[in-house]
């Protein structure tokens, strides 16, 4: 009881020294954080981390990815099942070790990490936001982008079902066989999981056209997946699917 009393009697002074100090009027709040010239994007940020401590529900959080930059080709599918690469090249870049993501079950929205987030876009909106369940997932699907990370198998399969600009894919990496599935919608196409060479096709319906498979939504979620599952960081989404 006398704690209690004690801690009620703290507050008073604390609330009472906190309203005397200028350090928390509105002339030394009034104005708006400092950004600069830059927009979130799915990776790569300035790494500040000020959007983790100053989420009030943990829901923000860093996982590992590998600095790479390297050339690759769209793929050109023909009716007949038929593939090219497309003449146009692309280039593929991640900068950061350590990339910032959401958990979408913790995040409520509040929007307090894009108001300390020096760059625009919110680190709650623009950063990769991952559900714990397909359930989770599924129950905004008409709101915002997400992803869903599943294993399967002992393990030996994982697999990431994403929203990317409101279009749903799914990359499924089998272990054991070497093979890497990206579903977009349309079709199926098997990658070699080590050179990332495509094997084969598998169209969901028959093609009435051309159809381009953009190889680098299947690099983004290849790097989300393995950079989550990563155990040499815990974070929301590995330690409930270990």
Known sequence: AAVRWAGVLNTSNVAAQAEANDRYTNA???????RIDSHLVIFDC????????VCPNAANFTFPTPKIEFEYSDLIVSVSGKFRRAEEGKTFKIDKEWQIANFG???????????????????FIA?????????????????RDGFVVEREGAGET???RGRIKGHEYRLAVE???????FDDGTLEAVFNSEDHNLIEVRPRQPLEAEHTIDVGIYHTLRY??????????????NVSRR
């Open 28 to 34: 030394r709040n009034s104005k708006q954080p400092k």
């Open 105 to 123: 079950d913790f995040c409520n929205d509040c929007g307090n990490c894009d108001t300390f987030c020096p760059e625009y876009g919110g680190p």
């Open 46 to 53: 300035i790494t500040c981390d000020k959007c983790i401590p």
């Open 158 to 160: 994982s697999s990431i």
């Open 127 to 143: 950063k990769p936001t991952f559900f714990g369940s397909v359930a989770s997932y599924e129950m905004i699907a008409d709101k």
């Open 224 to 237: 989300l997946l393995a950079g989550v599952l990563d155990p040499s960081r815990i974070n929301q989404v």
């Open 175 to 181: 272990g054991a066989s070497g093979r890497a599935t």
